[in-house]
Nanobody
Framework: VQLQAYGGGLVQDGGRLRLSCVAS????????MGWYRQAPGKQRELVAS???????NYADSVKGRFTITRENTRNTVYLQMDSLKPEDTAVYYC????????????WGQGTLVTVSS
């Protein structure tokens, strides 16, 4: 399965973007799908994740501003990002984990989000 991330770009402080992560196959087998980001000079961090059971986890820094949704019928996971801040600038990666597949973890190629002040 390959993951393809879309939707990054340049936006002003306070703006919004929606990222999409499209899988080449069914995402039903993935227990968890989510988004990570890596800013220049920093480690990759979890932004948001969603399990097949609907459990959602957000980084404290994005709570109330970002929303992760999952559409199994479209093999797609979205990250709606509102009220963007310059500190949200990073390369965003989608991630998928399955306890039933081998390999169990998959990454997309990353999409750059730049928020200007």
């Amino acid at each position: 399965v390959q993951l393809q991330a879309y939707g990054g770009g340049l936006v002003q402080d306070g703006g919004r973007l929606r990222l999409s992560c499209v899988a080449s196959g069914s995402i039903v087998s993935f227990n968890v799908m989510g988004w990570y980001r890596q800013a220049p000079g920093k480690q990759r961090e979890l932004v948001a994740s969603r399990t097949t059971g609907g459990t959602i986890n957000y980084a404290d820094s994005v709570k109330g501003r970002f929303t992760i949704t999952r559409e199994n019928t479209r093999n797609t996971v979205y990250l709606q990002m509102d009220s963007l801040k310059p500190e949200d600038t990073a390369v965003y990666y989608c991630n998928a984990y399955s306890s039933r597949l081998n390999p169990s973890e998959y990454w997309g190629q990353g999409t750059l989000v730049t928020v200007s002040s």
